[in-house]
């Protein structure tokens, strides 16, 4: 590649995940919108995130991001949550199972033992007709028409939709607890954020 195709193809990957985040945010029905939000709003326990590959590491963001906000929350590695791991969920927990297709064969035990523990379940996929879209209390639908790798197989423009539809929850969630920035401060001490937190500056 020259030097000229190597900058437009990084332009390219950047401005098509851009616009399948975009579409994406169209695509979600206001109705699972609302729930996925209320049930975390509502929620009394923790909530359990889990995925496998790429959509591990999702669930790890989302996790994190959760816990800035204030919301309990665990990641749970479906390969522990079938020998045992699963033990940590509760039925007033919220198990949020990533997974593009729906079907991730690693992940798809969780939604019956989820229901079976008694915890509320929300599925984030592109397809809700999957095994874990049909088990769910609320349906995260995050359609992506293509992935912009050459093969179309890279967990890319998907995965960052994922991410954002749960950076959005999160600030849903901070609106509606109101949560404040001395709350932030709290368990964001360190860094560049907790020193403009602590030091009281914009």
Do not use: W
């Not at 979600?28 to 923790?46: H, P, Q, Y």
Request: proline residues 3%.
């Amino acid at each position: 590649m020259t030097d000229e195709k190597i900058v437009s193809e990084f332009r390219r990957v950047m401005r098509e995940e851009a616009r399948a985040v975009e579409k994406a945010a169209e695509y979600v029905d206001e109705e699972n919108i609302l729930r996925v939000v209320k049930l975390l709003a509502e929620c009394r326990g923790r909530a359990v995130v889990a995925g496998c590959g790429t959509s591990g590491v999702a669930a790890k963001k989302i996790v994190h991001e959760l816990c800035c906000v204030g919301c309990p929350a665990s990641f749970l590695s479906p390969a522990d949550a079938v020998h045992g791991g699963m033990g940590v969920l509760r039925p007033e927990d919220v198990l949020i199972l990533v997974s593009k297709g729906g079907g991730t064969r690693e992940l798809t035990p969780l939604a019956a033992q989820g229901k079976a523990i008694g915890a509320k379940l929300v599925a984030v996929t592109e397809n809700a007709r999957s095994v874990i879209g049909r088990a769910a209390d609320a349906v995260l639908l995050l359609h992506t028409d293509s992935e912009p790798d050459p093969f179309n197989m890279l967990a890319t423009a998907s995965i960052l939709s994922a991410i954002a539809a749960f950076d959005a929850v999160c600030i849903c969630l901070m609106q509606i607890k109101g949560y404040k920035k001395e709350q932030f401060a709290v368990i964001h001490p360190s860094g560049a954020v907790g020193e403009r937190l602590l030091s009281g500056k914009e």
